[in-house]
């Protein structure tokens, strides 16, 4: 039984730590960068985006909302949608 319980609680808290990590920023788009895959927000914070995102159906101006994590002084973005 604590073969397995001890598995189940790291992988557990693992999920935990990170949910508590993930972030949440809206704002309008100031600048996107596709050659470094970034987007800057009006309010100056730089989100950098997978490879796999679509930047390009993104415009300057437009209101969006980021959800995030910071991982070694970058926040990364995992998932961007326009907001209203």
Known sequence: ????????VATALFAVVSIA?????TGVIKSIDTVKDTV?????ATYSAPASMKLSSYKVGQKVAITYTQSNGKMEVSAMKPAS
Do not use: C, E, F, H
């Not at 039984?1 to 189940?8: E, G, V």
């Open 21 to 25: 990590n993930a972030a949440d920023a």
């Open 40 to 44: 800057t927000l009006a309010d100056g």
């Open 1 to 8: 039984m604590r073969k397995i319980l001890i598995p189940a």
